[in-house]
């Protein structure tokens, strides 16, 4: 096997617990809104939110406003400015690296590896998240599925990234947190693939091209994997 000279991540679930941020933030700003008069409980608001966070995607810009609709409530920009001024103080707070992030990325820059970003979702909220977290002067390469009209897992947003990045499927490694997304598209182009166990889709494979080469718990065993790997 050819020596391994660039190291791609995910973002989410994999830089810092995007998990953690989402549920926090979402739980706060259903406090606050609840306090500017949204007539749910806790538990009531929390379970709507997250269907229409499932029915309208993530990157959906009227959460709120779609909540206030289901609840019955007439358009109210009171509640859904506190929504939203809870939301993104929350946010902003738990958007820090994992600990070992950046200390990683610095040992692996040192070690003379090429480092890349493969990610899926809007390229200025991915953007905004590199450069919140500090590190986006550590990457060679960012790719990200708006900008490039690819999204993981095809195989295709993967070979893009290797020719961005300028190295063969053999001699890159793929570390992400999801099985269905990360490990099977690096797989397909024959990257080495490592799962991280963060976040909440830390599923285990459910077909054989999920299965990673290698599973860890935290991001700086990359280096020991890299060690061992020549």
């Known amino acids: 096997m050819p020596k391994i000279k660039a190291v791609f991540f995910d973002v989410d679930d994999t830089l810092y617990d995007s998990t953690l941020q989402a549920e926090t933030a979402r739980k706060n700003a259903i406090k606050a809104m609840i306090g500017a008069g949204l007539s749910l409980g806790e538990q009531e608001a929390m379970k709507s939110l997250k269907h229409?966070?499932?029915k309208f995607g993530s990157n959906y810009p009227r959460h709120f406003h779609e909540l206030l609709k289901e609840s019955g409530h007439d358009n109210n920009p009171h509640i859904i400015a506190a929504?939203?001024?809870?939301?993104?103080?929350?946010?902003?707070?738990?958007?820090?690296?994992?600990?070992?992030?950046v200390p990683t990325?610095?040992?692996?820059?040192?070690?003379?590896?090429?480092?890349?970003?493969?990610?899926?979702?809007?390229?200025?909220?991915?953007?905004e998240k590199l450069i919140r977290l500090g590190v986006q002067h550590v990457f060679d390469v960012v790719i990200i599925s708006k900008e490039t009209g690819l999204k993981k897992p095809d195989p295709e947003i993967f070979r893009l990234a290797l020719k961005e990045?300028?190295?063969?499927?053999?001699?890159?490694?793929?570390?992400?947190?999801?099985?269905?997304?990360?490990?099977?598209?690096?797989?397909?182009?024959?990257?080495?693939?490592?799962?991280?166990?963060?976040?909440r889709?830390?599923?285990?494979?459910?077909?054989?091209?999920?299965e990673p080469d290698y599973v860890v718990p935290d991001l700086r065993d990359i280096l020991d994997i890299l060690e061992k790997e020549g």
Not at 113 to 127: M, P
Request: some cysteine; overall charge positive.
């Open 165 to 199: 990045i300028g190295c063969n499927p053999g001699e890159a490694a793929m570390l992400g947190d999801r099985v269905d997304r990360d490990i099977a598209g690096a797989n397909e182009v024959g990257m080495l693939t490592v799962q991280l166990m963060k976040g």
């Open 83 to 101: 929504g939203l001024v809870a939301y993104h103080n929350t946010k902003l707070t738990y958007l820090v690296p994992f600990r070992d992030t």
């Open 52 to 54: 229409i966070v499932k």
């Open 201 to 210: 889709r830390r599923n285990p494979p459910k077909e054989p091209k999920e």
């Open 105 to 127: 990325l610095l040992s692996l820059r040192d070690r003379n590896y090429k480092l890349g970003v493969i990610t899926n979702g809007l390229a200025v909220k991915q953007w």
